[in-house]
């Protein structure tokens, strides 16, 4: 079966960092871009980084300079380091699987066809 698994969440203070990982089975995300997205409650996903096949990324204004992207292809492996944590960061992240070797990632949910179960991460005092 195609599936991505999340890990890394958990609770940390303000201007903590915590590192989240995205492992695929069924395929390999070495053809696909992947992003990673957050959820709050009563809000919409919203997208926060991404990287192409190539290794492109493209990172919402919120996050830049704080989460980096990176993919360990031997791995079958996409992480997200998020440094800085604001509690503004709270939510539930997902990461997602988007095939086809396009120049740039998308920052909409709408391309991606396989999501994984999601994390949460807190920030607070």
């Known amino acids: 079966q195609l599936q991505l698994v999340e890990s890394g969440g958990g609770l940390v203070q303000p201007g903590g960092s915590l590192r989240l990982s995205c492992t695929a089975s069924?395929?390999?995300?070495?053809?696909?871009?992947i992003g990673w997205f957050r959820q709050a409650p009563g809000k919409e996903r919203e997208g926060v980084q991404c990287?192409?096949?190539?290794?492109?990324?493209n990172p919402a204004d919120s996050v830049r300079y704080r989460f980096t992207i990176s993919r360990d292809n031997a791995k079958n492996t996409v992480y997200l380091q998020m440094n800085s944590l604001k509690p503004e960061d709270t939510a539930v992240y997902y990461c997602?699987?988007?095939?086809?070797?396009?120049?740039?990632?998308?920052?909409?949910?709408?391309?991606?066809?396989?999501w994984g179960q999601g994390t949460q991460v807190t920030v607070s005092s």
């Open positions: 997602a699987a988007d095939f086809g070797k396009n120049p740039f990632c998308s920052g909409s949910a709408t391309p991606y066809e396989y």
């Open positions: 069924g395929f390999t995300l070495d053809d696909y871009a």
């Open positions: 990287i192409t096949t190539e290794g492109n990324t």
